[in-house]
């Protein structure tokens, strides 16, 4: 849809359209950032069902989807086995080493990469890939640092919105 694309400012298209990669970080981005913890080891976390949507039409489109985040939940792993996730990355205490890796596993530039985050372990990475991006409400010095800042908050759809964008930039937009 092209009359999406006047939603965005012309330099953040022009970079969507470049994308090959669509990297996040989980807590603040994909969910809320809240954590409930159960009175045994589990926790529980909610997603949003529009953010799951987008994954398909963005593989379909031959963009690479997946996380990076320095925690381990069964429900995120639950949840990124089930939308087919090509790159799942938990437990990480450096993310951008683990980013490194990722670009050289799979042959791309940083000029191909798209990522989403919302605090300091994230910054490093949004700052050298194409595309840095961060949620409303991330906290000012974070947000100062991103490329383009969504009207969502984390966990109410940023990822749909940084995946329209770039399959609208790049004419793959589903509908």
Same mark, same amino acid.
């Given at each position: 849809m092209k009359e999406?694309?006047?939603?965005?400012?012309?330099?953040?298209?022009?970079?969507?359209?470049?994308?090959?990669?669509l990297l996040f970080d989980v807590d603040g981005v994909l969910t809320n950032g809240k954590i409930i913890y159960m009175g045994d080891e589990s926790e529980i976390k909610e997603f949003h069902v529009r953010d799951g949507q987008i994954i398909k039409p963005l593989r379909e489109?031959?963009?690479?989807?997946?996380?990076?985040?320095?925690?381990v939940s069964e429900a995120?792993?639950?949840?990124?086995?089930?939308?087919?996730?090509?790159?799942?990355r938990q437990g990480i205490k450096n993310k951008v080493e683990c980013y490194e890796k990722i670009k050289s596993e799979n042959d791309l530039s940083s000029e191909e990469?798209?990522?989403?985050?919302?605090?300091?372990? #994230?910054?490093?990475?949004?700052?050298?890939?194409?595309? $840095? =991006?961060?949620?409303?409400? /991330?906290?000012?010095?974070?947000?100062?640092?991103? #490329?383009w800042v969504t009207k969502a908050k984390g966990g109410? $759809? =940023?990822?749909?919105?940084? /995946?329209?964008?770039?399959?609208?930039?790049?004419?793959k937009f589903p509908i």
């Open positions: 999406i694309l006047n939603l965005y400012p012309g330099e953040i298209v022009k970079k969507a359209k470049k994308i090959k990669t489109a031959g963009i690479l989807v997946g996380i990076i985040t320095g925690r995120v792993l639950r949840r990124a086995l089930e939308l087919e996730f090509d790159i799942i990469i798209a990522f989403i985050g919302d605090d300091f372990p #994230d910054v490093e990475i949004m700052e050298n890939c194409l595309l $840095g =991006v961060c949620p409303a409400d /991330a906290p000012d010095y974070i947000r100062l640092r991103a #490329d109410e $759809g =940023v990822v749909r919105e940084v /995946a329209d964008l770039i399959l609208s930039a790049q004419g």
